[in-house]
């Protein structure tokens, strides 16, 4: 059974970085994609950004230029370094995995900007 472990969320300051990472464990991790997604209080959960591990990548626009996913095929993970985190970025994050076409969740790590 597939599992994905998230680490690496915290307390942060305004302006400051933080980096997740996301693994799969207990294969198979056949992995064709993995993401980030997040959701913050009282809100939906909103996509962060995915990568294929072909390499392509994709952002919301809300992070475009402070975010940068990247991946590791032989590692089966992904990390997230968050760069000029905002107070409006307090949120879970959680890590997706899209392996052989079935989608997998890990539960979730919390990250918290104080202004």
């Given at each position: 059974?597939?599992?994905?472990?998230?680490?690496?969320?915290?307390?942060?300051?305004?302006?400051?970085?933080?980096?997740?990472?996301?693994?799969?464990?207990?294969?198979?991790?056949?992995?064709?994609a993995?993401g980030?997604?997040?959701?913050?209080?009282?809100?939906?959960?909103?996509?962060?950004?995915?990568?294929?591990?072909?390499?392509?990548?994709?952002?919301?626009?809300?992070?475009?230029?402070?975010?940068?996913?990247?991946?590791?095929?032989?590692?089966?993970?992904?990390?997230?370094?968050?760069?000029?985190?905002?107070?409006?970025?307090?949120?879970?994050?959680?890590?997706?995995?899209?392996?052989?076409?079935?989608?997998?969740?890990?539960?979730?790590?919390?990250?918290?900007?104080?202004?």
């Amino acid at each position: 059974q597939v599992q994905l472990g998230e680490s690496g969320g915290g307390l942060v300051q305004a302006g400051g970085s933080l980096r997740p990472s996301c693994v799969c464990f207990k294969s198979p991790c056949n992995i064709n994609a993995m993401g980030w997604y997040r959701q913050a209080p009282g809100k939906q959960g909103e996509l962060v950004a995915t990568i294929t591990f072909g390499g392509n990548t994709n952002y919301a626009d809300y992070v475009k230029g402070r975010f940068t996913i990247s991946g590791d095929n032989a590692k089966n993970t992904a990390s997230l370094q968050m760069n000029s985190l905002k107070p409006e970025g307090t949120a879970v994050y959680y890590c997706n995995a899209d392996i052989l076409g079935n989608n997998f969740w890990g539960k979730g790590t919390l990250v918290t900007v104080s202004s």
